[in-house]
C-alpha cells in the first residue's frame, strides 16, 4: 500500500516544488522575504537570523538522507552555496522551497561522489546507548518512502510542526499532514509500536 | 486529540511520539550560524569587490577583437600607403605616349611627303611600333612583378597581424585563467 501512496505523494511534492518555484510574484512579501533581501544587500545579520530559521530544514532533509557524520558540514556548505547563489532567486518568496531544492540535490551529489567513505564513517562512529538507539530509530526511518522520511526527520528530530514544516518547504500543507500521518503509521508498525487510540 | 499534537504539538501529548521525540532530538545540529560567519563574511568582501566571472571573460573577448579591428583597420592603411609609393617609383613617367594611329594610304597627311621618303617613313613608323609594344609588355611585367611583391608584403603583413592578435589574445586569456583560478581558491568548497 505505502509504496504506491508514497509515489504518489513524491509525484504531487515534486509538482509542488516546481509551482513554488514558478510561482506568480506575491503581493505580501513575508519577513523572511526580506530577511532575503537584506543577506542580498550584504547583511550579515540577517544571514545569522536567516539561517537560524532554515538550517533545522536543510539539517533534517539531509539527515533524512546522508549519513550523519556527514550532514553538519553539508549544511554550512549548502548555505555558502545559497549565499553564493542567491542573486538566481527570482522569488524570494520562495527562499525556503528553492533551499530545500539545493539540499536535496547536495545529497544526491553526495552519493554519486562518496558512497563507499559514507559506510566506513557510519561505523566508525562509536556512540552512548542513547545515541544507538537513536541511530536504529533514524535507520528505521530512512527507510521509509522519500516523502515520508523527510517529514518525518523535520518533525521528529526537528521538532518543527506539521504548519512550519510546509512555511519552510514551501510543500501544501494538506501533503505534509498526509505525509506525517502516513509515514507515522508505518514506523510504528516496523518499530512494532501499537498505536494507542 | 492525539493527531494533533503529531501536526501541531497541540492537544492532548502522544506518549509514543514524546518518546520518539526525546530520543531523536539528540541528532539535531549543535551548529550555529557563528560557525559559517567568517566564510560569510569573506564571501561577501570577495562578491563586492570582484566581477562575475563571465563578465571577465566577455571583457577579454571584446578588447581581442577590438585589438584585431584596429590592426585591420592600420594593416589596410599602411598597405595602400606601401603600394601607392612603390607604384609611383616603378613608373616615374606619364604612363605612355599617345600611340599614333597609320593614316589610311592617301589620306592628308601623306601628301606631303614625297616617293622616294614613304618605305622610310614605314619602316620607321614600324619600328616606333614595335618598340612601343615592347615597351608596353615591359610595363606589364613590372606591373605584374609589382603586383606579385605587393602580395607578398600584404601578406607578410597579414601574418604578422595575426601573430600580434594570437600573443594578445594568449596573454588576455592568462590574465582571465589566472582570475578564475584565484576566484576558485578563494571561494567555498562545495
Not at chain 1, 70 to 83: G, M, S
Amino acid at each position: 500500500m505505502s509504496e504506491i501512496e508514497a509515489t504518489g505523494d513524491l509525484l504531487l511534492f515534486a509538482g509542488e516544488r516546481d509551482k513554488v518555484a514558478s510561482a506568480a510574484p506575491v503581493t505580501a512579501i513575508s519577513p523572511d522575504a526580506s530577511l532575503v533581501e537584506s543577506v542580498r544587500g550584504g547583511d550579515t545579520d540577517a544571514f545569522g537570523k536567516l539561517y537560524a530559521l532554515y538550517s533545522p530544514m536543510v539539517h533534517g532533509i539531509l539527515l533524512a538522507r546522508v549519513p550523519r557524520s556527514e550532514v553538519d558540514d553539508l549544511v554550512q556548505d549548502i548555505f555558502l552555496v545559497a549565499l553564493n547563489r542567491l542573486n538566481t532567486l527570482r522569488d524570494t518568496n520562495a527562499f525556503g522551497g528553492w533551499l530545500a531544492m539545493i539540499a536535496r540535490n547536495r545529497a544526491m551529489d553526495f552519493y554519486r561522489q562518496s558512497r563507499v567513505t559514507e559506510e566506513l564513517s557510519e561505523e566508525m562512529a562509536g556512540r552512548s546507548f542513547h545515541d544507538t538507539e537513536a541511530r536504529e530509530v533514524l535507520a528505521v526511518i530512512r527507510q521509509l518512502p522519500e516523502a515520508y522520511r523527510e517529514t518525518l526527520v523535520l518533525r521528529l528530530v526537528e521538532g518543527m510542526t506539521g504548519p512550519e514544516i510546509a512555511e519552510r518547504t514551501g510543500l501544501k500543507a494538506e501533503s505534509v499532514r498526509v505525509n506525517l500521518h502516513r509515514g507515522m503509521k508505518i514506523l510504528r508498525e516496523r518499530l512494532g509500536i501499537t498505536e494507542t487510540v | 486529540m492525539k493527531d494533533d499534537y503529531l501536526w501541531d504539538k497541540s492537544g492532548e501529548p502522544d506518549p509514543e511520539i514524546e518518546q520518539l521525540e526525546n530520543l531523536l532530538g539528540g541528532l539535531r545540529s549543535r551548529r550555529t550560524a557563528k560557525d559559517l560567519m567568517p566564510a560569510v563574511e569573506k564571501l561577501s568582501r570577495k562578491g563586492a569587490r570582484t566581477f562575475p566571472k563571465w563578465l571577465s571573460v566577455a571583457a577579454a573577448v571584446a578588447f581581442v577583437l577590438l585589438a584585431l579591428g584596429v590592426f585591420n583597420v592600420i594593416q589596410r592603411q599602411s598597405v595602400k600607403q606601401f603600394s601607392d609609393s612603390q607604384f609611383v617609383m616603378l613608373n616615374p613617367t606619364s604612363p605612355e605616349p599617345p600611340v599614333e594611329v597609320a593614316a589610311p594610304a592617301g589620306g592628308s597627311g601623306e601628301t606631303s611627303q614625297p616617293e622616294s621618303e614613304k618605305p622610310l617613313a614605314a619602316a620607321a613608323q614600324n619600328e616606333k611600333r614595335t618598340s612601343l609594344e615592347t615597351r608596353r609588355r615591359n610595363i606589364a611585367r613590372k606591373r605584374e612583378a609589382f603586383l606579385n611583391r605587393q602580395e607578398q608584403t600584404e601578406g607578410l603583413m597579414a601574418k604578422e597581424q595575426l601573430l600580434k592578435a594570437l600573443q594578445i589574445t594568449s596573454s588576455n586569456l592568462d590574465i582571465v585563467q589566472k582570475q578564475v583560478q584565484g576566484d576558485e581558491k578563494q571561494g567555498p568548497s562545495s
